[in-house]
């Protein structure tokens, strides 16, 4: 019911272009009448609206403690959402950089989600069933003796939340706790490399712009050679298009049926028929130089064509081995993938009980990937 796919196939192909992608994990109401919540996969339309923690170094984003989120809107539209907050009507500049362009225009402004962690120092308890809470969470003591539960050990800990709240550049909107204990915005990455302790992710494309560069040049040259050439010329006699001027005049042109000549001169000699010269073919070395560059490209990338693959006498074997080189070289790619998409099923595992906490009917799909009804939480 999320259209997981296409929050995925949205990241992944922004990971591909430039390096970085992005999709969320929310929790909502199904609709406006029921009680019960829902947990959903939502796409991220534009990856640059999302600042995420720079210090996370886990190619799923599983340890980040930090992450913003920001949408611009209508100020009208913010009106109606947030009744007497402010837009920023009477905002002024106070200092050097202390600018509202980026969060307040006349018609518009930035509104940001932003998640945090928040540690608390407390004590884990062990309890005789094998099963540990924290002490502030701890059962009632009447509830443990019910129980035949008790204390076996303890031990310091950290407890970690997670924060949320909305704010634009004036005020906190709304604010809270979020279920689960992981940021819910995962990312997807492409390439990434350290340069002077800098973490750089870029996409498919970055070692291709140069070959790119060098084939638009090339190709351009191609054309404006071929463009400035000179129109193929008939070559005839003087005399031979008497009559037939205007035919001739068009003939490079109109696309005529047929050309009409005469077979004498002016001087009422015979003359052969009317030859056309052709122009000079585009040089050779822009050609090869265009091939070559389209050549680079593909290495650069590393994906082929096929149809340049060798050919002739060559084994299944060989060729499907030749096939995976090439998926071999972009692998990367779809393994950050399947890396994002295994802490997407972390956090929703954190949140389903949590979220998922009632009596309900819910269809599940089995491992089998058939779906089936059934009652969860049954006491």
């Known amino acids: 019911q999320s259209d997981a796919d296409a929050a995925y196939d949205h990241a992944f192909d922004f990971a591909v272009r430039m390096g970085w992608g992005y999709w969320r994990i929310v929790h909502d109401y199904p609709t406006p009448e029921s009680f019960d919540q829902e947990i959903y996969i939502k796409r991220i339309e534009n990856p640059f609206m999302v600042y995420f923690d720079p210090n ?3 190619p799923d984003g599983s340890d980040a403690e930090k992450c913003l989120i920001t949408e611009v809107i209508s100020k009208e539209a913010f009106r109606k959402m ?54 502030d969470e701890k ?24 924060k949320w709240c909305k704010l634009t550049a004036m005020q906190i909107l709304e604010e809270g706790d979020w279920a689960g204990k992981y940021i ?10 350290v340069v002077e302790n800098k973490r750089k992710k870029f996409g498919l494309v970055r070692m291709a712009k140069d070959p790119q560069r060098m084939y638009n040049f090339w190709q351009t040259s191609l054309t404006e050679s ?40 002016i001087d009422g000699q015979p003359a052969p028929p009317p030859q056309r010269l052709q122009p000079e073919p585009p040089p050779a070395g822009i050609v090869t130089a265009a091939q070559a560059m389209t050549t680079d490209l593909m290495q650069v990338v590393g994906i082929f064509d096929p149809a340049q693959l ?22 990367h790619y779809y393994d950050n993938l399947t890396r994002s998409i295994r802490q997407t099923g972390r956090v929703i595992l954190d949140l389903i009980p949590k979220i998922y906490d009632r009596e309900r009917v819910l269809r599940i799909i089995g491992d089998d990937g058939k779906p089936e009804i059934l009652t969860i939480n049954q006491y």
């Open 139 to 162: 059962p009632s003591e009447i509830m443990m003796m019910d129980a035949g539960v008790y204390v076996v050990s303890k031990r310091e800990t950290i407890k970690k939340k997670i």
């Open 82 to 135: 947030y009744p007497g907050a402010d837009d920023g009507a009477g905002f002024t500049p106070r200092g050097t950089g202390d600018s509202q362009s980026e969060w307040i225009t006349r018609e518009d402004i930035r509104v940001a989600e932003y998640f945090y962690t928040e540690r608390v120092r407390t004590k884990l308890l062990l309890l005789s069933d094998g099963t540990t809470c924290y002490e």
């Open 226 to 265: 071929v463009a400035l050439a000179p129109k193929a010329k008939w070559l005839i006699a003087e005399g031979q298009d008497e009559g037939h001027e205007n035919e001739w005049a068009m003939a490079n042109v109109k696309s005529m049926p047929v050309l009409r000549y005469k077979q004498k001169d």
């Open 184 to 193: 819910p915005i995962i990312p997807v990455y492409g390439q990434e490399t």
């Open 310 to 331: 060798p050919t002739g006498n060559i084994s299944g074997k060989a060729l499907q081995g030749q096939q995976q080189q090439v998926d071999l070289t972009n692998f």
């Open 56 to 58: 996370s170094n886990e």
